[in-house]
């Protein structure tokens, strides 16, 4: 049985097929239509998996969609009835869209579908899943466990913001839920708008800036804007936000309650801007830990699972493993829009069709998340020589010793091997590559290859064997959403001279033995490489140790701020002639960049617009 997967029309479009249960292909729009956080209907990745299963939609069960339209409709409707006359511009603006394009999805759905199956029955096939059941699915059934806690927190589905379900084998229960509009991803985001950064974009950017501040609103924001329960239930006080009625996600109030308007993008971050995202940081790290604490409790679960785009903030994750409620954690490494199309189709196969799973008994269900395209050599070699690009191709030996020798030369290295990563982080795939023990790597990668603000952490991936000795962490994060700190003997103290140093001052001092990954509180993004899923990557980080002793590796994504992750060898090649990487490695294929030919340089840094 085969079920199709989709998300689209809000950001993040995806597409995802399964087929008897087993996860074959799955990736975002973006990759392909190079649109960050594409929105619209994903046709390229609907090519793409169907490529992938060498099948048409024909062969296809079921298309399953990731939320129900009419119950975003009627949570529109409610909001603007509950709080008119406020919000009759906002209002004014929405509604011709929804009666224009959002209220008749499923038919639009068929329409676009036709050009694949014009026969296809679509009023039995077309199946559509709640926003909540479809980031639900997604973390329990592709997870390891036969029975855990299913929690989903996110900015809003149709109603519900946060939802609690039970899963036991191959079915999945859903018995809580806090709706619109109190909710944490909202919340966070309101604290995103007001430092000046991107909602639905930047959130992440909030979190890496948290370890300069101190979290000197915390109270403020615990007395003001939300009623946190010892549950970890909550209400916000909407007297201060905007997102109901308005254009914007916070009000005058909120100014008032902070001290002055928003910070406008691309301003002169400041020690307030610190200090309100360390403050709204810990406050969503409070409320988690409440949660899960109170489940763990009430349902006697040993095992935890996350999904939804909260579920992306990996301090609060790596904080939710080491409180132990739990005694295991896995996150959905698609945790936001985009893994609903993979939660909408199994929600599908183990609900709808009420098909049994089969765990493998060891590691997850996702393949480590490598489920995009991948190119043959001779293809990789084609697509190169057609964009002018000078190469050497070698054997696999040659590729992982030169590519290693490269970076212990401190050189940048693109590296782009095997299936595109789905969700949104670069987990060795689709990945610029550095030397973790250099005290400027992390600059120079932000500002000469990312071309993004300074203060931006890096991840390091670390062969899962040594994890333990390298981080406070002792198990498995493939999927770097985990944060856990870098271990006493490997960190260096700061002085006191340097320990008095404010904000962004204490980016250039060096914390550990790898200072390119250390964050400014000596903790680190892991992402443990497991050989059963990434034996490329395995064996370039072993190479990476046996010459320096370090079994780490800077990994970033391959992409400037601002661009989707590369997706095709020919994107690859793009970023690496518009941005000061030294090396790229596709496939077998070395390119170095002094080799090249001068006049296909880009002009990278401005070519996309800034997240």
Known sequence: MRILGLSAFYHDSAAALIEDGRVVAAAQEERFSRKKHDASFPRRAIAYCLEEADVGLGDVDHVAFYDKPFLKFERLLETYLAFAPRGFRSFSMAIPVWLKEKLFQKQHLKEELKAWAADYDWSNRLLFAEHHQSHAASAFFPSPFDEAVVLTMDGVGEWATTSVGVGRGSTLEMIKEIHFPHSLGLLYSAFTYYTGFKVNSGEYKVMGLAPYGEPTYAQTILDHLI?????????????????????????RRFDDLFGGPPRKAEDRLTQREMDLAASIQAVIEEAVLRMTRSLAAETGAKNLCLAGGVALNCVANGKVLRDGAFDALWVQPAAGDAGGALGAALSAYHGFRGEPRRLNGALDAMAGSYLGPTYAQPDIERRLSEAGARFRAVDDDTLIAETADALVGGKAVGWFQGRMEFGPRALGARSIL?????????????????????????????????????????????????????????????????????????????????????????????????????????????????????????????????????????????????????????????????????????????AFELD
């Open 227 to 251: 009623d946190l329960k010892p549950d970890g239930s909550f209400r916000l006080n909407l007297d201060y936000f905007n997102y109901c009625t308005g254009l914007t996600m916070t009000n």
């Open 434 to 606: 550095g030397d973790p023990r250099s005290p400027t790597m992390q600059k120079v990668l932000n500002l000469k290859v990312k071309y993004r603000e300074s203060f931006r952490p890096f991840a390091p991936s670390v062969l899962r064997e040594d994890v333990a000795d390298w981080f406070e962490l002792d198990g498995d994060s493939p999927y770097m959403l985990l944060v856990a700190d870098v271990c006493h003997e490997r960190r260096r103290e700061m002085t006191a001279s340097e320990q008095a140093l404010f904000g962004i001052d204490k980016l250039n001092v060096p914390r550990s033995d790898v200072p390119a990954v250390t964050h400014v509180d000596y903790s680190a993004r892991i992402q443990t490489v497991h050989r059963e899923t990434n034996p490329r990557y395995h064996a370039l980080l072993s190479a990476f140790k046996a010459k320096t002793g370090c079994p780490l590796l800077v990994n970033t994504s391959f992409n400037v701020r601002g661009e989707p992750i590369v997706c095709t060898p020919e994107d690859a090649f793009r970023c690496f002639m518009g941005t000061e990487i030294e090396v790229l490695a596709v496939g077998n294929c070395i390119l170095r960049k002094e080799d090249q030919d001068e006049t296909l340089r880009q002009d990278y840094k401005d």
